[in-house]
């Protein structure tokens, strides 16, 4: 994970510009729209990087608390959205997110479950900062065979079988869970120009009941 968080603090200042040429807008309005999202309400963005799904929730009057590991990209995130007295920035890991039990009612991660080492415990905790009838929303990558992004962009895990997205899920307590397709893919280019990764997205989403 460590190695994680440095590539996140080196390309913090870039994040935007990166971001975009990865995916697009579609990949938080297909988030936003399964969460049917209420205004007032509470949200945590997991892996908040500097404000993809955040910058879009505030939009929704919703308040947010946005956690990631990387110190760099949560300052850019504080300085961009400064205006906002409903956010929140803490610095933590999904493994043990520094949020008290049943405080939230929506938990957002965009791309970051695919960095995690073990999704089972995160899930869970995703799982227990929610309230009952809280709602979990995970958009991330399909299975693929893009070794480079391993090496270059520090991933985890190679993308995730829907199934099994499902049954983790559903082992976490989560209940109604479905996993569709986004439809829109995440595009990125190997540093050697070599290979060019084009993976389809999902939008997973379950509920505390």
């Given at each position: 994970?460590?190695?994680?968080?440095?590539y996140f603090d080196k390309v913090a200042s870039n994040w935007d510009s990166m971001r975009n040429d990865f995916f697009s807008n579609d990949v938080r309005l297909a988030a936003y729209k399964r969460a049917n999202i209420e205004?007032?309400?509470?949200?945590?963005?997991?892996g908040a990087g500097t404000g993809f799904i955040t910058g879009?929730?505030?939009e929704k009057n919703v308040k947010v608390i946005a956690i990631d590991q990387s110190e760099e990209m949560l300052n850019l995130l504080n300085n961009?959205?400064?205006?906002c007295n409903d956010l929140k920035c803490i610095q933590g890991v999904g493994e043990n997110i520094p949020i008290g039990d049943n405080s939230v009612d929506y938990v957002f991660a965009n791309m970051f479950l695919?960095?995690?080492?073990?999704p089972n415990v995160v899930l869970k905790e995703m799982y227990r900062i929610l309230k009952t009838n809280g709602k979990l929303i995970i958009t991330d990558l399909d299975k693929h065979n893009f070794e480079f992004l391993k090496t270059e962009?520090?991933?985890v895990w190679m993308?995730?079988?829907?199934?099994?997205?499902?049954?983790w899920f559903e082992e976490a307590g989560f209940k109604n869970v479905t996993v569709d397709c986004v439809g829109s893919n995440c595009c990125a280019d190997s540093k050697c120009g070599c290979s060019k990764a084009s993976i389809s997205i999902f939008v997973a989403y379950g509920e505390k009941i």
């Open positions: 994970m460590e190695q994680s968080k440095d205004e007032g309400k509470i949200a945590a963005d997991i879009g929730l505030i961009k959205f400064s205006y695919h960095h995690i080492e073990n962009q520090y991933d993308g995730f079988n829907r199934k099994d997205m499902k049954n």
